[in-house]
């Protein structure tokens, strides 16, 4: 029996000198708002709700803003997410007309979004930047329509993976998988002595020095009307990178000079630069693993006056994020495509 004061220590769960948390017995607190903002942000951005259909061409464009916190408590192994979250995205679209085309751009705002109302979709409501013409009105009664529902739908998965633990998930995860490994008892060491530790291991090195396994590359080309000069100095100019994304924007010109792209969500180092040329980079998206970048290389060709060809060449894209993400690759490729080079076109009159 413990003496008057000092408890049983049967019964206290203490700090570990390592820090290890066993079995997630302590409440376990893990701030989600970064987390929340890069997988709502790559759920959100780019999809296409229109293609063309009745002269109306519309798609999201980024997360604008989202306010508010968000969090998952874990004890024991049982999650409990907590998030009140606001968030607001842009959109724009093309609506054909007898004058050409005429480009609109908006908004859809979810002004609250909160796990005690996790079973039931958020409000959702769609505004207009600029003039409510009659063009522009058909525009947002097609996003209220045909783009609400595909946006309640990629806001559901955000809701399925904070239940599942958000950025916590596979920490979860790889502390249930010793318990289960260890439960057979004595095989484990049974294996141990039979198997031949050390071939295996070179083995599997081998393959993945060869194949680069969890990583690809991204290859595109791009015509551009312009002078090679004139788009590469758009891409190495940070006022007009603010002006066609809409979002801020830090980039050195010089060889080992660092830049920050959409409000800091891409960052790298110019690794050679030739004027009008080629661009290399180093080059990462902050969801991914801690460390990692990418490279990127822009070959600028100009096979006539007026005319650029650009080629884009991305090694080593993970495939997956810190969070467990397999749209990387997907959201990249389509991120290059849509929310720059297609800007760059549509606001610098170089389109095809």
């Known amino acids: ?53 009745g002269g109306l061409t519309l798609r999201t464009v980024a997360l604008d803003k989202l306010d508010g916190e968000a969090y998952v408590n874990i004890r024991k192994g049982k999650v409990i997410p907590g998030y009140e979250l606001s968030l607001t995205l842009s959109w724009e679209a093309e609506v054909a ?37 009659p063009l522009a009105r058909r525009a947002k009664d097609a996003f209220f329509a045909r783009g609400k529902p595909l946006v309640l739908e990629k806001i559901r998965e955000f809701v399925a993976a904070m239940a599942k633990g958000g950025p916590a998930k596979d920490e979860l995860e790889s502390k249930k ?11 484990p060491a049974a294996k141990r002595e039979e198997a031949p530790a ?10 993945k020095g060869k194949d680069k396994e969890g990583f690809k590359t991204i290859e595109m080309t791009e015509k551009f009307y312009c002078r090679a000069k004139d788009i590469y100095e758009i891409l190495m100019d940070e006022n007009r990178w603010k002006g066609f994304t809409q979002s801020n924007a830090r980039i050195s010109r010089e060889v080992g000079g660092e830049f920050s792209l959409f409000d800091g969500s891409i960052t790298g180092v110019n690794e050679e630069l030739q004027e009008g040329k080629l661009i290399v980079q180093k080059w990462r998206f902050g969801s991914w693993p801690d460390g990692l970048y990418s490279s990127v290389r822009l070959v600028f060709d100009e096979p006539e006056s007026g005319v650029t060809i650009i080629k884009l060449k991305q090694t080593d894209v993970p495939e997956e994020d810190k969070y467990g993400n397999s749209t990387v690759v997907e ?8 929310l720059i080079f297609q800007r760059i076109r549509g606001v610098f009159g170089f389109g095809i």
């Open 97 to 133: 007309s007898e004058s050409g085309a005429v480009k609109v751009t908006g908004a859809a705002e979810v002004p609250y979004l909160a796990d005690e109302n996790a079973d039931e979709d958020p409000d959702l409501r769609v505004t207009i930047r600029g003039d409510e013409t």
């Open 177 to 187: 998988t010793p318990a289960k490994a260890a439960a057979p008892g004595a095989a």
């Open 331 to 338: 959201n990249t490729e389509r991120g290059w495509r849509e």
């Open 198 to 207: 050390p071939a295996p291991a070179a083995k599997e090195k081998k393959s």
């Open 1 to 53: 029996m413990a003496k008057y004061g000092e408890g049983d220590k049967r019964w206290i769960v203490e700090e570990r000198a390592d820090g290890t948390n066993v079995h997630n017995w302590h409440w376990a607190e893990r701030d989600c708002l970064e987390w929340s903002r890069a997988l709502i942000s790559a759920l959100l951005a780019g999809i296409t709700v229109l293609d063309g259909e």
